[in-house]
């Protein structure tokens, strides 16, 4: 008898709970998918932002690299002009840096590119200036 008892009992507590209170499995899992996509597209902005910000960098780099050599080249006199590279940055050794100058002519056109890998390939920065023999 008190197996009787005893079921009664928990029987008579499980009907009072009141009805539509507490989720059901397929709500909470429901909510569960809603939740964690939501996680993961705030985790891939984040992401995605992070990376773009180090692409700028990089560009920000490179050009400050092409901008030393274009100095280095004003340096330079007229005469000994001439092409370079590509060979790895001093400073910077992921850099690759390129001179190509138009000799033979007055001015003379200077092209300055320096490349560096990037995921999926390479990117590039490329200064243009003109050097003249006065």
Do not use: C, H
């Not at 985790?43 to 050009?63: H, K, P, R, Y």
């Not at 004003?74 to 390129?98: E, M, R, V, Y």
């Amino acid at each position: 008898m008190p197996d009787r008892t005893l079921s009664r009992k928990l029987r008579f507590v499980m009907d009072m709970r009141i009805p539509g209170k507490g989720f059901t499995l397929l709500e909470f899992m429901l909510a569960l998918i809603i939740f964690s996509s939501g996680v993961i597209a705030i985790v891939q902005a984040f992401n995605s932002g992070f990376l773009s910000s180090e692409d700028v960098s990089n560009v920000d780099l490179a050009l400050n690299i092409a901008q030393a050599k274009m100095e280095e080249i004003k340096n330079t006199s007229f005469s000994s002009l001439a092409d370079s590279g590509p060979a790895a940055d001093t400073n910077f050794s992921n850099f690759n840096l390129t001179v190509n100058v138009a000799e033979g002519q007055n001015p003379m056109r200077v092209d300055v590119t320096v490349n560096w890998n990037v995921k999926g390939g390479q990117a590039n920065v490329a200064l243009t200036s003109l050097v003249t023999n006065y």
